[in-house]
């Protein structure tokens, strides 16, 4: 699974064509089966994404310092490099898992 994410994060439109595929199935799996309106799906959705991109975001992440490569002009403390696709594959997929269970033990049939 690792590897497939590796090389899915490599293109920036397969990225987004993944990112937007499962989205959308977890959002019409939220629609259909708990009875939640598309708006409150999608919302519900961009709520969870956000939130858990900015927790998933430290991970794995590596200082200028600690890889050794300080680009000349930039904070040292900043990251060498982010892996921003791959962290979005992996907040999409997580993301999808807490909508569904979200969706399937709160009442939320007023979205």
Do not use: D, N
């Not at 403390?77 to 594959?89: D, N």
């Amino acid at each position: 699974m690792i590897k497939l994410v590796k090389s899915v994060a490599g293109s920036f439109w397969m990225t987004s064509a993944v990112v937007l595929a499962v989205s959308a199935v977890a959002v019409t799996i939220v629609v259909s089966a708990f009875g939640l309106k598309v708006s409150g799906g999608v919302a519900l959705y961009f709520i969870i994404w956000w939130t858990l991109l900015f927790a998933v975001l430290p991970f794995g992440v590596r200082s200028q310092v600690e890889a050794g490569e300080i680009v000349h002009g930039t904070e040292p403390g900043a990251p060498a490099a982010p892996a921003l696709r791959e962290k979005a594959i992996w907040t999409t997929f997580v993301s999808s898992a807490v909508l569904v269970f979200t969706a399937g033990v709160l009442p939320l049939s007023g979205l």
